[in-house]
């Protein structure tokens, strides 16, 4: 992929800042609305501790969301800071108050389900949707609450690409997935801006699958990195794509040990 232009640079970086979301008029003085749309994810924290009845709720929040035939497939691996600082021999990430490694937990639904039949595949991908569904549900409520959070996949080794860690440090029996982290506290400045997001007609159709077109996927592209190199002190967005792809092929083999623990091959 070319380096970026200075003229693409400042298109995509302006689209970034302009950019909200797209809610009808008649619908713009909506709370709840506003809750979910107006969520961006926070990555700097102030010190004030999170209320117990307001982490109370976000937990009750995870508990209640809805899951494939209610199996309710997930696990919340709860922590303050300093929890999290004597279980990880780490701090927490972005200097939050309280964390949580979310788990696609199909071990106890095997306990209570012992009949039920025995995909890993299926287990798996069921799993991680409704333990997904959950965390969005916790980010939301979180959200209402005037709080902050953000999903981790690896900074601090806290998802699943470094599932093979997590697995190690929270005991987990199989069938116990650590798929992503999420930290909360009382965000630090002004919200951020609204990240780059394909528009409405490049992710939604009716009928057969509708390609987006290429200027729309292009236009995209260099929104994600004009943003990315404005945020991170001018790091280029393919840099931490070589990231990734070094870490792809480890965490591939790990996920797999992961969730076909019988497997020997």
């Not at 003085?29 to 994810?41: K, P």
Request: net charge negative; glycine share 6%.
């Amino acid at each position: 992929m070319s380096n970026l232009s200075f003229g693409d640079f400042m298109g995509g970086l302006a689209r970034l800042i302009s950019a909200r979301p797209r809610i009808p008029r008649s619908l713009e003085g909506n709370e709840m609305l506003a809750t979910l749309l107006q969520r961006r994810s926070v990555r700097s924290f102030t010190e004030q501790s999170i209320d117990e009845d307001a982490w109370a709720a976000i937990l009750e929040a995870g508990r209640l969301a809805p899951s494939t035939v209610n199996l309710q497939t997930w696990s919340f691996a709860c922590f303050t800071a300093d929890q999290w600082r004597a279980h990880f021999d780490t701090p927490i990430p972005m200097q939050a108050q309280r964390g949580m490694v979310i788990l696609a937990d199909t071990h106890r639904m095997r306990r209570a389900l012992p009949d039920f039949p025995e995909a890993d595949l299926c287990e798996y991908t069921l799993a991680v949707m409704n333990a997904s569904l959950a965390a969005m549900n916790m980010t939301a409520a979180a959200e209402a609450l005037g709080l902050g959070s953000v999903m981790l996949s690896e900074t601090g080794r806290t998802g699943f690409y470094d599932a093979k860690h997590l697995t190690a440090k929270l005991e987990l029996p199989a069938h116990v997935v650590p798929i992503m982290s999420i930290v909360f506290g009382y965000p630090a400045g002004k919200a951020s801006v609204m990240p780059p997001k394909l528009p409405l007609e490049a992710v939604a159709f009716t009928g057969a699958y509708q390609e987006a077109s290429q200027e729309t996927l292009n236009r995209w592209r260099d929104e994600m990195r004009a943003g990315y190199q404005a945020t991170h002190g001018g790091e280029r967005f393919e840099a931490k794509l070589a990231y990734y792809r070094g870490r792809i092929d480890e965490a591939e083999k790990n996920l797999h040990r992961l969730v076909h623990p019988d497997d020997e091959s």
